[in-house]
């Protein structure tokens, strides 16, 4: 087995502080500092955490005498990154000099989606938007604003919506990425799984990986605890239709027939109960609906799973050993983007029911139970009551959703004669929704029947070429933020400072909000003087203050009781309708959905046609780092993962550029070049996610790629949440734009 000096290798010189990009630039810059032996001692340092994804790793800022950012790296007191960040936490820093952002506050003059705009002042972009919110709420009603939002500033922007009367604030990261497995996991224990994931990997002695990417996902905690995993001698398990980074550092890859992994969870839960490998003392205290659950799986053998899913009954047999030979310090990982094919909550319900019976729920080296430290709201007036949600447009849709759903209010945003009000009005904050939600053609419908369409972003990325106002944000490294209190083995606070001024005529989210509140009338829900003043007071109620929180950067309390794992004398209550963890769930019965998962087929592509499948890539975060002048020199563009007789077939050579057509006919804008490799099946074909950018104003990564949003043009709705299932979306191969015909 790999050890983990091979699995990861983060560089000892970070990419930060390249103003220009290019391999020369970064040797010149590290020949510099070698040569010169900068003094550490004589840099200016200030804490930050990463914005680049959402493990929000905490660091340092580091500049030299003359006031340049050097470098950022991980602060060695925070869990979320133990001191070491991964690629694109270095490489952050590019965000900062790349010279394609935004710099001025913008306003559209013309037809939306021109992308014609002519510079503003901040107070006449502020102005406007301001009057199209009070123009709507007066014609509508506030419920019909919605906002969009990725990252730290959607704290303000969440907080002056709620204040304006509108609860319809969504996240693409539940409908679009994570929403199921959290649906799921409450039905079954009660809780969820939270960010970051409370998964005890680094003392698991199994970890089974289906479709979960470790390692090319860059989880950086996850990532580092599986390197200690591995070198403890645990056994990993990969599912997954291509050999990926994961695969070549486990014990067994299960390269699945995709659309199938339902089917081989059921076998497996099958095996384990049958075998008698469940753990039967958890099993009879905590759970409800054991009895049931055996009966259920009675048919669903490794014979029965060989024939949906290709992989061999003695493995399905094995890979079940392997776990119940670990339990209870087993993982069956619960992924993140999970969104697969539209029945994605009943499988995250399976993935929940295999680490119930195998005893990993609250015990060490399955799932550890998270510890928060929540700091207080500003005082400030109550919120106003809505008197609408996004639910009316959907009525009797989505009973289980936790969250208000993006891709919902999209379709909100439709006229509909079923619906009394569409939402008019959007505030897109860090999030290209043009790149991030499915169905394209759907999404630019919706724009266009928008009154006000307002975008908050540090990059021009296609979505701020339909907007109306255009409020370029300055970079995390340029301003506070949120203090981070995200879920962890022990609480921990981290501040992100300023380590610079905002460049060019940008401001934070923070600032944004607070001034349109006092054009909305709504000052007194930001009662505070400064955002230092907010950060201050908010810790002082906690036992730290802003001057301890820029000294440390992290803070680490203790917990509150000593309950990490379940203590084996004790007894715990659920919160579940049981108060047991539920292998039948009676929400889900109640509900009018399937108390237990069931398997069903999934269709098959077309003749000539491959399922396309997506994923991340660790240099980069969706799409939003794929112009950064430091990550580009380690990935510029993605290609397409086909196996050899397929290539074979169509007489494709490595690195030849081919354009993508799906089955609804849409053609990739830009060709892509293909990785002709063993390492995927042949019905498949594989891309990293966030490229193929259409926006010329992305200098680096225009044109580079092809964009598999643009391809998803089928959308498997879950039923249960909303879930929008993008894997049921099939490609062939042309070798000329749009006008030859694909082969037959």
Request: hydrophobic residues 35%.
């Amino acid at each position: 087995m790999t050890s983990r000096r091979d699995f990861i290798k983060i560089a000892g010189v970070s990419l930060g502080g390249m103003t220009a990009g290019g391999k020369a630039a970064y040797q010149a810059m590290a020949n510099t500092l070698e040569k010169n032996s900068l003094d550490p001692t004589l840099l200016n340092r200030t804490p930050t955490y990463c914005e680049v994804c959402f493990w929000k790793c905490a660091g340092w800022v580091y500049k030299k005498p003359d006031g340049d950012i050097w470098k950022i790296t991980g602060n060695p007191d925070d869990y979320n990154c133990n001191g070491r960040f991964c690629p694109r936490g270095t490489g952050g820093v590019g965000m900062y000099y790349d010279e394609d952002r935004l710099q001025t506050p913008l306003i559209r003059e013309g037809k939306r989606g021109s992308q014609y705009y002519r510079k503003a002042t901040w107070d006449e972009a502020l102005d406007k938007v301001a009057e199209g919110m009070k123009k709507i709420a007066q014609e509508h009603g506030p419920e019909c604003v919605a906002l969009f939002n990725h990252g730290s500033g959607g704290t303000y922007f969440g907080h002056l919506m709620k204040a304006f009367g509108s609860p319809n604030i969504a996240a693409p990261s539940y409908a679009q990425c994570r929403g199921p497995r959290e649906v799921a996991f409450l039905a079954t224990f009660g809780e969820g799984v939270e960010s970051p994931e409370r998964t005890d990997i680094r003392d698991t002695r199994c970890l089974v990986l289906i479709g979960s990417h470790l390692g090319e996902n860059m989880h950086n905690g996850q990532v580092q605890e599986m390197s200690d995993a591995i070198d403890k001698g645990a056994t990993i398990i990969t599912v997954d239709p291509r050999f990926s980074t994961a695969a070549g550092k486990s014990k067994f890859w299960l390269p699945i027939k995709p659309a199938t992994d339902l089917a081989l969870l059921l076998s497996w839960i099958h095996v384990i109960i049958n075998e008698g490998w469940y753990d039967k003392d958890y099993v009879d205290k905590n759970t409800f609906g054991f009895d049931l659950l055996r009966e259920h799986v009675q048919n669903m053998t490794p014979e029965w799973a060989y024939g949906i899913t290709t992989i061999a009954p003695h493995i399905i047999r094995e890979t079940a050993r392997e776990m119940a030979n670990a339990s209870p310090a087993v993982i069956i990982h619960p992924g993140r983007h999970v969104t697969w094919y539209g029945d994605d909550s009943q499988r995250l319900r399976a993935v929940a029911i295999l680490n119930a019976i195998l005893g990993s729920w609250g015990r060490r080296g399955g799932y550890y139970n998270p510890d928060t430290l929540k700091l207080p709201e500003y005082p400030h007036p109550p919120f106003p009551t809505p008197q609408r949600t996004w639910r009316e447009a959907f009525p009797g849709k989505y009973p289980l959703a936790g969250l208000a759903l993006a891709s919902g209010l999209c379709d909100a945003t439709i006229p509909a004669l079923t619906r009394n009000c569409s939402i008019k009005g959007w505030i897109v904050d860090g999030t290209n929704l043009i790149e991030t939600l499915p169905n394209q053609k759907n999404t630019i419908e919706a724009i266009q029947n928008l009154d006000l369409l307002v975008v908050v972003d540090t990059m021009p990325m296609e979505i701020t070429g339909w907007a109306d106002v255009i409020l370029p944000e300055c970079t995390y490294l340029e301003r506070y933020d949120t203090v981070r209190t995200g879920p962890h083995r022990q609480p921990q606070l981290a501040l992100r400072m300023p380590a610079v001024a905002p460049r060019y005529d940008t401001k934070p989210a923070s600032w944004m909000a607070k001034e349109l509140a006092k054009r909305l009338g709504l000052e007194a829900y930001f009662a505070w003087e400064s955002i230092e003043e907010l950060i201050d007071w908010q810790l002082k109620q906690v036992g730290s203050s802003l001057a301890e929180m820029q000294r440390i950067g992290v803070k680490t309390f203790p917990r509150k009781y000593d309950d990490l794992y379940f203590n084996p004398a004790e007894s715990y209550e659920f919160n579940t309708s049981t108060g047991k963890i539920e292998l039948y769930s009676n929400e889900f019965a109640n509900a009018g959905f399937d108390p237990i998962p069931n398997y069903t087929p999934h269709e098959e592509p077309p003749p000539g046609f491959y399922r396309l499948n997506y994923g991340r890539g660790p240099a980069h975060t969706f799409s939003r780092t794929s112009n950064n002048p430091n990550l580009t020199d380690i990935m510029d563009e993605n290609v397409l993962w086909i196996n050899p007789k397929v290539a074979q077939e169509w007489g494709i050579k490595p690195g030849q550029e081919i354009w993508l057509k799906n089955q609804d006919g849409v053609v990739s804008q830009f060709p892509i070049k293909a990785r002709v490799t063993e390492r995927i099946r042949w019905d498949s074909v594989y891309m990293v996610h966030g490229f193929g950018h259409d926006d010329k104003r992305l200098t680096r990564c225009y044109g580079k790629g092809a964009s598999d949003t643009r391809m998803i043009t089928k959308v498997h709705i879950d039923p249960v949440m909303g879930g929008t299932g993008m894997r049921g979306n099939f490609v062939t191969f042309l070798f000329e734009p749009e006008t030859m015909e694909a082969k037959s």
